[in-house]
């Protein structure tokens, strides 16, 4: 036989051989496999009902979370809207509150301001009726003060009336006097002469008388008219210097009476000065009350004014502080009512309704293994006998032994 023959022959048996140890282990792996693939069916179609189940506990827990956290949202939200309504009411009610504490405190201002301006114009008629009834008492202490200055002037005028009248009786009794003892001077002189002159001639009568003759006669006649004479000389000379002192006297009288004249008329002119004075120093009295009154009823206008004008602006102040009412509660722009969270939908988890159909069991693959082992290595046998070309045996070549 042919060595290529027999190789396929060997191969062949060998081939068949391997063949079904082959087919062996392939049947054996794949009966193994189909216990695996069975049991692992079972193992997933366990874990897929576990799997669904925990998922549906996952689903159910979500739904509770969900609800729980809906009800608290829903709840939050409702709290929140009830606390703003609550601190709407309270905003409103501090609102309104305060605007009627303003108004009542705008309303007090507005008459402590009324009161305080009665007030203050009746201090200020007081104060005008004190003023006018001053300026009248001052007018009425003016008139009777120039009342009493005039009349004091017109005393001192009678005054000076009754002393002029007084010093010219003086003067004219002064006069009187002065002329009567100028009479009587005149008249004892011309007695004192008469007598002297009687003297004188009864002396010379009695020089005659004694009968004395001659020089001696002579002598006693002359130094009897001698002292006739002398005597009568002395008469007459006291005469003339008595008229003469009596008209120093009468000129002196005369000048003390003008001097006293023109002293009264002085002072007839000074009353008369004082009295213009007077009368100038009330009618100036009278324009100063006058203008005093113009001025007080003036400036009594003028701080009517200005309390009017601190009225005003105190009443504008408390204008100016009054707050600006409150809307009415159904104008309040309205606090939106909390929506309610949407249910969120979730679905129940997938559950396998049919068990799914078991892994195929394992295939027979030792059936016909035999038989197409066979029929390979017979193939092969044949593919190797047309194959074979005997060859010339090459000596150069080692033959292997048989």
């Given amino acids: 036989m042919a060595w290529p023959v027999i190789g396929a022959v060997v191969g062949a048996g060998l081939s068949i051989w391997g063949s079904t140890q082959q087919a062996n282990a392939q049947q054996s792996a794949a009966n193994d496999q189909a216990d695996a693939a069975k049991k692992q069916w079972k193992w997933n179609w366990e874990e897929t009902k576990r799997r669904e189940a925990y998922a549906q506990y996952e689903v159910d827990i979500a739904r509770i979370n969900n609800e729980t956290v809906a009800n608290f949202t829903d709840q939050m939200a409702l709290d929140k809207y009830n606390r ?194 007077t009368q100038a120093t009330s009618e100036l009295g009278h324009r100063k009350i006058g203008a005093s009154m113009t001025s007080a009823v003036k400036k009594n206008q003028a701080n009517l004014l200005r309390i009017e004008h601190d009225q005003y602006g105190a009443d504008m102040s408390a204008e100016n502080r009054r707050l600006t009412p409150p809307p009415a509660y159904e104008d309040l722009p309205p606090i939106p009512a909390p929506y309610k969270t949407p249910e969120v939908i979730i679905p129940d988890a997938y559950k396998t309704k049919k068990k799914p159909p078991g892994p195929v069991g394992a295939p027979n693959l030792t059936a016909g293994v035999g038989l197409m082992a066979a029929g390979q290595a017979m193939a092969g046998i044949a593919s190797a006998a047309a194959a074979y070309t005997p060859e010339v045996p090459n000596t150069n070549k080692r033959i292997p032994p048989k």
Avoid: C, H, P
């Avoid at 402590?112 to 001052?138: H, S």
């Avoid at 008249?187 to 002396?203: E, H, P, V, Y």
């Fill in 84 to 277: 703003e309504l609550y601190i709407k009411d309270f905003n409103y009610k501090n609102e309104v509150n305060a605007f009627n504490k303003s108004e009542q405190q705008y309303a007090q201002q507005v008459d402590y301001n009324a009161i305080a301006a009665t007030l203050a114009r009746d201090e200020q008629a007081l104060w005008l009726d004190e003023q006018l009834q001053q300026a009248g008492f001052d007018r009425e202490g003016l008139i009777l003060d120039t009342d009493k200055k005039l009349e004091d002037i017109g005393f001192d005028y009678k005054e000076i009336a009754n002393i002029l009248g007084e010093q010219r009786d003086v003067f004219a009794s002064q006069r009187q006097t002065i002329n009567l003892q100028q009479q009587q001077a005149r008249a004892k002189a011309s007695f004192d002469i008469q007598t002297n002159q009687i003297k004188g001639m009864q002396d010379e009568g009695k020089a005659k008388a004694m009968g004395q003759a001659g020089r001696t006669a002579r002598k006693n006649r002359q130094a009897a008219l001698a002292t006739a004479g002398l005597t009568q000389a002395a008469l007459v000379d006291s005469i003339t210097r008595a008229d003469s002192a009596f008209n120093l006297q009468r000129l002196q009288n005369t000048q003390k009476y003008g001097y006293q004249r023109l002293s009264a008329d002085l002072k007839e002119d000074r009353l008369g000065a004082l009295a213009e004075f």
